[in-house]
């Protein structure tokens, strides 16, 4: 176990020719004064320079460490070496620790880089690969028929693209999303074929979407390796893009649950010229204090920076345990990747449906008291955003309100409860709730109008915020209290307990079918140049060099 880790060490960025650092151009990108970029340009303007790459593959090599590869997009330089290699090298003991039975690496001391690498290194992870990620799918007892409301109808995920009204071509369902791709997050699991015929033909769906895995780190996607629990979460993901995006491709990046991998996975979709996704979905996330503490924060924003440059728009879903993100943390505690403020976070709503699509009534997940309830509140490690400047939150059950001291989250909600799910190598179906629906569903409905529009939307919190409730149906009542005493109150416009709202698709789609917001050349799927301005920098892999 000690013998053959995988490490991954993180080169600085070069700066923009504009004297921009990706940072700066990535918030400039988001307040729409700056272009996305193409590959190239991304690569030409943001990757690592290549002699500090080699600097630290001829350091990596002249220690006795295998170089795996290098990436200039990525900025990364993988290596393979051994724990007294790397105690060594880095001043830490590597020790083994034993976790649900599965033995991992981890260290307890601060990691030194060492002198001749660290002027041109950021970061430096994989030596702790403890798996700290938890998916945000959680199965729970289905609804008894019996108890239900004949005038209602209990919506599947098909049925959610019309209660949300997203919008498409005059033409066959099963044909919309034809030149979409959405990418999405696993770090553990798989799916099988019978996993996905099962889902879409209850969603009345009957040709499965185009679905291809891009293995990061030695993930691969393996539906009989789930030491995580990803099976469901994987196929609640796809079901919920799918049935967004019937016609179009559904990326898996499939990676380990560890810091690094998580890392590397979002950064293997920001450069992915093969697929070229437009959104990316994430559903699984721990505490952002615990990112905090490992230094992790600022090496991941990177990695979402570099998709906002590109056009592609992160969604992350913000926890299934109300203030407390995820089950047994703290209260007050958030979910992060949503936390951050180049991701778009996904709440939770319990929705009423008439039968002819209608919303009935809706308000925030957990305001029944219940065990779950939607993630939302305000964190502590991130300044408040531009876009929510002014917003203040609304406790529960006080009524105490305050001005938002930090980024507030979410930023919208969709229906959480409900979802039938077909996963496993026995196929089995279980009824789940989770905002780990919400952030696919919603990356469906972006990528839809991506498609609509001609234009990658980026991050749309901006545009959204400044049309206030206008696109989106405003949840003026509850709250996401759930299991605990405490929580947030919805009230009128954006709050901690719903965000904005749910989104009425054909709103947010007139918004940018009207050119308002940051809206560049066009890079959606399809759409792209197939050849462009070539630059002197250029990607370059290295394999066991």
């Given at each position: 176990m000690l013998d053959n880790i995988l490490a991954s060490i993180y080169?600085?960025?070069?700066?923009?020719?504009?004297?921009?650092?990706?940072?700066?151009?990535?918030?400039?990108?988001?307040?729409?004064?700056?272009?996305?970029?193409?590959?190239?340009?991304?690569?030409?303007?943001?990757g690592a320079i290549q002699d500090e790459i080699d600097l630290v593959i001829n350091w990596a090599q002249a220690n006795g460490l295998t170089v795996v590869e290098s990436h200039q997009g990525m900025a990364v330089v993988k290596v393979i070496g051994s724990a007294d290699q790397y105690n060594s090298?880095?001043?830490?003991?590597?020790?083994?620790?034993?976790?649900?039975?599965?033995?991992?690496?981890?260290?307890?001391?601060?990691l030194t880089v060492p002198s001749e690498i660290n002027d041109v290194v950021q970061s430096v992870l994989g030596l702790d690969n403890t798996p700290y990620f938890v998916p945000s799918a959680i199965e729970v007892e289905a609804i008894d028929p019996n108890q239900l409301d004949p005038n209602l109808i209990t919506p599947t995920t098909q049925d959610l693209t019309r209660v949300y009204k997203f919008p498409g071509t005059p033409r066959d369902y099963q044909k919309q999303g034809k030149s979409c791709v959405v990418g999405f997050i696993s770090l553990s699991g798989g799916y099988t074929t019978n996993n996905l015929t099962s889902a879409f033909t209850y969603n009345k769906i009957y040709t499965n979407p185009e679905i291809v895995t891009v293995q990061v780190d030695g993930g691969g996607g393996d539906v009989n390796n789930d030491p995580?629990?990803?099976?469901?979460?994987?196929m609640l993901d796809i079901i919920c893009i799918g049935c967004g995006i019937p016609a179009g491709k559904i990326v898996m990046y499939s990676a380990p649950n560890s810091f690094s991998s998580f890392v590397n996975a979002v950064s293997a979709c920001a450069n992915d010229t093969t697929n070229r996704p437009s959104v990316l979905s994430?559903?699984?996330?721990?505490?952002?204090?615990?990112?905090?503490?490992y230094g992790v924060l600022t090496t991941m924003?990177?990695?979402?920076?570099?998709?906002?440059?590109?056009g592609i728009t992160p969604v992350a879903a913000s926890g299934d345990f109300g203030v407390r993100a995820i089950n047994g943390g703290g209260t007050y505690t958030l979910n992060h990747p949503s936390t951050s403020p180049y991701v778009l976070a996904a709440g939770g709503s319990v929705v009423s449906v008439n039968n002819d699509y209608s919303i009935a009534s809706e308000q925030p997940w957990g305001t029944a008291g219940g065990s779950y309830a939607a993630g939302g509140g305000v964190s502590t490690i991130y300044p408040v955003p531009s876009w929510q400047t002014g917003l203040t939150s609304k406790l529960y059950p006080s009524g105490t309100v305050s001005a938002l001291t930090g980024r507030g989250t979410p930023d919208f909600s969709m229906m959480?409860?409900?979802?039938?799910?077909?996963?496993?190598?026995s196929n089995s179906s279980g009824n789940f709730v989770g905002t780990s629906a919400t952030a696919p569903l919603m990356a469906g409905l972006i990528a839809r109008i991506n498609e609509l529009t001609g234009v990658r939307m980026g991050l749309p919190m901006p545009v959204w915020y400044a049309q206030g409730t206008n696109a989106f149906n405003d949840l003026t009542t509850g709250d996401n209290h759930g299991g605990n005493t405490v929580g947030y109150q919805a009230n009128a416009g954006w709050d901690c307990a719903s965000g904005l709202g749910t989104p009425i698709g054909t709103?947010?789609?007139?918004?940018?079918?009207?050119?308002?917001?940051?809206?560049?050349?066009?890079?959606?799927?399809?759409?792209?140049?197939?050849?462009?301005?070539?630059?002197?920098?250029?990607?370059?892999?290295?394999?066991?060099?």
């Open positions: 080169v600085r960025r070069d700066s923009h020719e504009n004297g921009m650092t990706l940072q700066e151009y990535a918030d400039a990108v988001i307040a729409g004064t700056q272009p996305v970029l193409e590959h190239d340009q991304f690569v030409y303007q943001f090298l880095f001043g830490i003991t590597l020790c083994e620790e034993t976790i649900d039975n599965r033995t991992y690496v981890t260290h307890f001391e601060s995580s629990g990803g099976n469901p979460e994987n994430i559903s699984w996330g721990t505490y952002d204090t615990t990112f905090a503490s924003d990177t990695a979402f920076q570099s998709c906002l440059v590109k959480a409860t409900g979802y039938v799910v077909y996963y496993g190598p709103e947010i789609y007139k918004i940018y079918k009207k050119g308002s917001g940051s809206i560049f050349p066009k890079l959606n799927e399809n759409r792209r140049p197939s050849s462009g301005q070539v630059y002197p920098r250029r990607v370059t892999i290295y394999t066991n060099r």
